[in-house]
């Protein structure tokens, strides 16, 4: 990491276009606060004269929390009409929040907000600078954390469909301060960066400060420290990606489950290592380590008597026979009734059920075109009629003999003809209403919009 004392637009079109490879055909967007770090960025990404200000939008955040929000919100919206910048804002509700979270929930509510408005291409720039980063490797070292907390903000990540840049990482915060001085530049003091309640700001304003009496050199110190971490956090998903790859994709494509009898044939270490991957590369915050320690020791080492659970916050981890299942505690397992849309349906837990043209399989191109069809829930007691099959089989005995878990069986979409059960989705098509052998037929096919999207992530 090259740590930068100066700062200027040449050191900016550099980063975005050499190192980050900011495309012709992408449209720029700037977290705005309307603080030191967001104004020096805005105006030196302005400056830039391959840029048109055009491509930039403005998005800024009003979290209600301060008395001066509005004025902060209204100063923000003039300086981008002066300069010429499209901008849009936010009003945060954040009155459901607890004190305590209210931090946390204010910075999900920003990022969720910033990512609605990406579409594919589009890149949002954030301020954060060298400053920032070794404030927020050693908060997480005070936390405990592992070499993934250590790494500290990378450069670059995704964001939904976009991309999320930080080009001042490496720049420290008095060369922002120097060309904003040069510049001209007025910025809004939030007093809530004084707060030394606050983790960040503690470390900001005291522990820092008295560090570099002995250490001058702390801040390119821990940068260093935050590299090497982050090349071992890489090499340790590397390891991880190959050893879940052995545990699920020859046996499931789904990423929300994974072999445990395959897991048993990995060292311990190897073990913790991909159960950390699967909760981030699922969507979830990796377990601390004591949780870690008894989801492994009482669900992978030793087999349950029945089927087993383990909760956090958000997230539970399930075995049932030879599987680990992972999914959110919120999970929508509401009973639904959808009338058919050939477009496509929606249905509760972020899914959308699609039909596409087969041929001898899915359901008779005929009965899809002139039936009126629904998409139900599972109620209990039904039956599917199997191709090969001589009489009807209920749904609880084929799932079982299949190996589908009791919690997601209320979860598989139910295809219905007026009130007979023609599909049970990803799984079967009964009788007398499959396409036969070089019969034209509709194949239906559900997406998880949530797992698709962690794994473009």
Excluded at 45 to 74: C, F, M, P, Y
Excluded at 142 to 158: E, I, N, P, Q, V
Excluded at 235 to 245: G, K, N, P, S, V
Excluded at 399 to 427: H, K, T
């Amino acid at each position: 990491m090259n740590d930068v004392d100066r700062f200027n637009k040449q050191y900016l079109e550099q980063k975005l276009f050499t190192e980050l490879g900011l495309q012709p055909d992408s449209s720029l967007y700037v977290a705005f606060s309307g603080g030191l770090d967001s104004t020096v960025l805005l105006h030196a990404l302005i400056s830039i004269e391959t840029i048109d200000r055009s491509r930039i939008t403005a998005l800024h955040v009003n979290h209600g929390l301060h008395k001066q929000a509005t004025a902060w919100e209204k100063e923000c919206e003039r300086r981008c009409q002066a300069w010429g910048v499209r901008f849009l804002v936010h009003h945060l509700d954040l009155s459901a929040a607890s004190p305590t979270s209210i931090e946390s929930a204010a910075r999900q509510g920003r990022y969720r907000w910033f990512e609605q408005q990406l579409t594919a291409k589009d890149i949002l720039l954030v301020a954060h600078h060298l400053d920032d980063q070794v404030e927020t490797v050693l908060a997480n070292l005070f936390r405990g954390a592992g070499s993934h907390g250590l790494k500290g903000m990378l450069a670059t990540r995704a964001l939904g469909v976009g991309q999320l840049w930080r080009p001042m990482i490496e720049v420290e915060r008095s060369a922002l301060h120097d060309y904003a001085k040069d510049n001209g530049l007025h910025w809004i003091h939030d007093p809530a960066n004084e707060d030394q309640r606050h983790t960040r700001n503690y470390l900001r304003h005291t522990v820092l400060p008295l560090v570099r009496k002995t250490w001058p050199g702390i801040t390119q110190t821990v940068s260093r420290a935050a590299q090497n971490w982050r090349d071992t956090a890489l090499l340790l998903d590397e390891i991880a990606q190959m050893d879940l790859a052995d545990v699920r994709h020859k046996k499931q494509l789904s990423f929300f489950k994974i072999s445990v009898d395959d897991l048993n044939k990995l060292s311990e270490l190897r073990v913790l290592n991909a159960l950390r991957f699967w909760f981030r590369k699922c969507g979830f915050q990796a377990p601390a380590r004591s949780h870690l320690q008894q989801l492994y020791t009482s669900m992978v080492v030793t087999l349950p008597k029945a089927t087993a659970i383990l909760s956090w916050p958000g997230v539970q981890v399930r075995r049932y026979r030879d599987w680990l299942y992972i999914s959110s505690s919120s999970s929508d397992h509401r009973a639904f009734q959808i009338s058919w849309n050939a477009d496509g349906t929606a249905l509760p837990g972020n899914r959308r059920l699609i039909a596409r043209p087969v041929v001898g399989r899915g359901i008779k191109k005929d009965i899809y075109d002139t039936c009126s069809i629904s998409i139900r829930s599972r109620v209990g007691g039904e039956r599917c009629w199997l191709p090969n099959r001589k009489n009807h089989r209920k749904l609880k005995k084929l799932f079982q003999q299949s190996g589908v878990p009791p919690w997601e069986r209320a979860r598989v979409p139910l295809v219905y003809v007026e009130d007979e059960l023609v599909a049970v989705v990803g799984f079967w098509y009964c009788q007398p209403f499959n396409a036969q052998d070089g019969e034209p037929g509709m194949e239906f096919i559900l997406i998880d919009l949530d797992q698709e999207q962690n794994f473009n992530n």
